[in-house]
């Protein structure tokens, strides 16, 4: 059914489906804006860290099945993997779905399916059909014509792990939600090609919320997790063996404390539910607000450990001051520092005026917006020796390897249950 289609975002979700579309010997063209990422996979290389793509992405490009570009070209099926953040007030941002919808109409044909896959608000596949409609009145879509149209359009979300992308984008289940039956056919025909987990049917609409309520849950419950560190910590109890020991209940399951909650889903996607319904989610409302005070909590940890090393050290100041800030990723080896409650932290400490030492070993250069002249990235090494406080922020493997060093030093914030 499907000889070419056109993977609209080539990030950490749109080159992973690409590419596995791609091993299947579908023609695959890959469509970014960034030039950077487009002369790399073309070079058959890749622009992010995730375990066994880079295989993949030399395979299928060395053979001719994927090549990427800046412009869309014509195609049968489209899928759309682009960034969906949200404004000041957490108002969703759906620019960079709008410009994806534009600037493949023109290529549009009769026939072709077009599949947002980027985590959206309710609603937002129908506005998708509306862009499209408004840029070729010279072809019908399903709002218009149902089952006839000429386009057809369906919500698919994933339902990922960064490190384990390539996996679970072939074994988990996917929902697919057409704007019509024949949508979902379509699209459910597309995604056999490799999906060996059920795909199951359902609408549009359904299935936008079906990706918002998975990730709200796991945030409600990280912010349990979270207030109970807080609550712990008040009133001096180890909240790491507090939890070790109430899941031991058969019907408790309390997950592990962090610095806060970050990546483009958790940290975002509660958040349109709130927007499109904020007397209700009330709930979904405060988990947001509990995660996104950690940061702020931790902070004051930091500040308190420094206050106490000024103490220690007359004469010093705080540009003295050293800092080591290890992990800045928002989970566990990846090199995604997207909406990272780590990198919050490491800002905030050099706004402070000392010297941050960043140790993050997924990374070889910081992004701009940590380029700043008392913030540098810094070997696991020189961090611990040199560093007045040390505060762990992500548990990455080196620094489990590592724990036994780190707990050594006389002052540790352990934010992440490291030292548990």
């Known amino acids: 059914m499907f000889n070419t289609i056109s993977m609209i975002g080539l990030g950490y979700i749109g080159l992973p489906t690409a590419t596995l579309f791609a091993s299947r010997k579908i023609n695959v063209i890959g469509v970014d804006v960034n030039q950077h990422a487009v002369d790399t996979i073309n070079q058959g290389k890749i622009h992010i860290i995730e ?12 053979r001719g099945y994927l090549r990427a570009t800046t412009k869309p070209e014509p195609a049968e099926a489209f899928l759309i993997a682009v960034p969906t953040p949200f404004t000041d007030g957490h108002k969703p941002d759906l620019s960079y779905i ?3 919808a534009r600037s493949i109409a023109p290529v549009l044909k009769k026939g072709n399916l077009v599949i947002l896959e980027s985590t959206s608000p309710v609603g937002t596949t129908e506005q998708l059909a509306e862009w499209l409609a408004q840029e070729r009145p010279d072809l019908s879509f399903p709002q218009q014509a149902a089952e006839a149209a000429d386009i057809q359009i369906a919500y698919c979300p994933e339902r990922v792990l960064p490190g384990r992308v390539v996996h679970e984008l072939v074994e988990n289940d996917r929902v697919i939600g ?3 039956r024949t949508a979902t056919f379509m699209a459910a025909a597309l995604y056999k090609t490799f999906v060996q987990g059920d795909l199951v049917a359902s609408n549009a609409r359904t299935a936008e919320m079906c990706k918002l309520t998975e990730n709200s849950f796991r945030d409600v419950n990280i912010a349990f997790a979270n207030e109970l560190s807080m609550i712990c910590s008040k009133l001096d109890i180890n909240v790491w063996e507090l939890i070790k020991l109430a899941n031991r209940h058969p019907r ?3 997950l592990q404390p962090g610095a806060g909650v970050g990546g483009h889903c ?3 996607d509660p958040w349109f539910i709130v927007d499109k ?3 209700e989610a009330r709930i979904i409302r405060t988990a947001r607000e509990v995660n996104d005070f950690k ?3 931790v902070l004051n940890q930091v500040k308190a450990a420094i206050a106490d090393t000024l103490a220690k050290k007359p004469g010093c100041t705080m540009a003295d001051v050293k800092v080591a800030c290890l992990g800045l990723a928002f989970k566990p080896d990846i090199d995604d520092l997207r909406e990272s409650p780590a990198v919050e932290i490491a800002q905030h400490v050099a706004q402070l005026g000392c010297q941050v030492l960043a140790v993050e070993p997924n990374i070889e250069v910081l992004p701009v917006k940590l380029s700043t002249s008392n913030l540098k990235l810094t070997p696991l090494e020189e961090g611990i020796a040199t560093a007045d406080v040390v505060c762990v922020l992500v548990k990455h493997r080196p620094f489990i390897e590592a724990v036994a060093n780190i707990k050594t030093h006389p002052t540790a914030i352990d934010a992440v249950g490291l030292f548990a």
């Open 51 to 62: 375990p066994e793509l880079d295989i993949l992405v030399q395979s299928v490009v060395s």
């Open 266 to 268: 958790i940290a975002v």
């Open 277 to 279: 319904t904020p007397d």
């Open 98 to 100: 709008e410009a994806a």
């Open 252 to 254: 408790v399951n309390i």
């Open 295 to 297: 940061p702020e909590w």
């Open 178 to 180: 057409g704007m019509t």
